[in-house]
């Protein structure tokens, strides 16, 4: 099963206000582990940067100016998510953006639903607890360090470890043994056991009359059927 983890940083809370995306950050994950393949971009929003905005992710105009449009790297990132559910946390707020930039693009927009949303997932889990990606790491011991500011794909890369929790965790002593794969791809494992002769149990003649005793009571049993 595919899974995108996606987050997005933004200039602003409401993008019918003019507010535009600046970075989208996603994490593919395959029976929810990373594979490793991501889409990562920082967007030029063709408008200032409010002070507020810069404050939570540290992206000015200027490190932006050069960066390309949405438009330029909408097909690339349709592309990458394909039909996959997108984790996100506060789902909403992302979906938002994303539509509007899809829409603008000349893009179809994404339904609601196609969105999983860590956030409700954790509210439902720990109700009246804090539930904002910083305090999910901490919960669950993921090592968040290195977030001194919002970035979408340290986010999206946080919060992938945070979904795996949220969906349980991983669950010590299932991993399959691997060994050297053969030509069909599979993995062959040899399992060393001492031999052990086969024993016999000889049946005595109380049984053998109480087992024909029990067929008498049986319709049509199969062990008479010639």
């Not at 206000?17 to 929810?32: K, M, P, S, W, Y």
């Not at 090592?143 to 991983?170: F, I, K, M």
Request: negative net charge.
């Amino acid at each position: 099963m595919r899974e995108i983890v996606l987050d997005t940083e933004t200039t602003g809370f409401k993008p019918e206000e003019g507010h535009r995306l600046v970075e989208i950050g996603c994490i593919e994950l395959v029976n929810h582990v990373a594979t490793g393949e991501r889409f990562h971009v920082y967007l030029n929003p063709e408008r200032d940067m409010p002070p507020e905005a810069f404050a939570v992710h540290g992206l000015s105009s200027d490190f932006l100016a050069d960066k390309p449009l949405f438009n330029d790297v909408a097909a690339e990132f349709v592309a990458f998510i394909g039909d996959s559910p997108l984790v996100i946390h506060n789902a909403a707020f992302d979906m938002t953006f994303l539509n509007w930039e899809l829409k603008i693009a000349g893009y179809p927009t994404m339904p609601k639903d196609r969105a999983i949303d860590t956030l409700l997932m954790a509210r439902q889990k720990f109700p009246g607890s804090p539930a904002s990606l910083d305090a999910l790491c901490k919960r669950f011991g993921v090592d968040n360090a290195g977030r001194t500011l919002h970035g979408a794909l340290l986010d999206a890369q946080l919060l992938a470890e945070v979904y795996l929790e949220l969906r349980g965790g991983r669950q010590a002593g299932l991993a399959l043994a691997s060994g050297p794969a053969t030509k069909s791809g599979v993995s062959k494992v040899r399992i060393d056991r001492p031999f052990r002769e086969a024993r016999v149990f000889a049946v005595s003649a109380e049984e053998t009359a109480a087992h024909a005793d029990l067929l008498k009571k049986l319709k049509n049993p199969l062990w008479l059927a010639e």
